[in-house]
């Protein structure tokens, strides 16, 4: 299994990004993909999920109306685009999945939900 995040960069307040985590090894019927991050001295936070088993999605309060999660079955890739951003959203970005029982609805934003992990990838807000 391997989950690989990119599209990371430097970008100034204001700006957008869209990250893409292509997974590979899992039939992504049965998971949701969710993007965590993780800045200097805090606590690692669950961003974004997507669930492929019903394609509900869920964001964290500070970044609703501004990100967007999306999945694509065929290639297998989960995007989060993200406008407006901001200085409190640089951050390491991490992507996960969690594989959901049948009959499972919706997405969690809990990482010990998630089984496997990706590389992160670097967000850096500045002007």
């Known amino acids: 299994v391997q989950l690989q995040a990119s599209g990371g960069g430097l970008v100034q307040p204001g700006g957008s990004l869209r990250l893409s985590c292509r997974v590979s090894?899992?039939?992504?019927?049965?998971?949701?993909i969710a993007w965590f991050r993780q800045a200097p001295g805090k606590e690692r936070e669950g961003v974004s999920c997507?669930?492929?088993?019903?394609?509900?999605?869920d964001y964290t309060e500070s970044v609703r109306g501004r990100f967007t999660i999306s999945g694509d079955n065929v290639k297998n890739t989960v995007y989060l685009q993200m406008d407006s951003l901001k200085p409190e959203d640089a951050a390491v970005y991490y992507c996960a999945a969690d594989y959901l029982p049948l009959g499972t609805s919706g997405c969690k934003l809990w990482y010990d939900e998630y089984d496997y992990w990706g590389q992160g990838t670097q967000v850096t807000v500045s002007s």
């Open positions: 997507f669930s492929f088993s019903d394609r509900t999605t």
């Open positions: 090894g899992l039939t992504l019927d049965y998971y949701a």
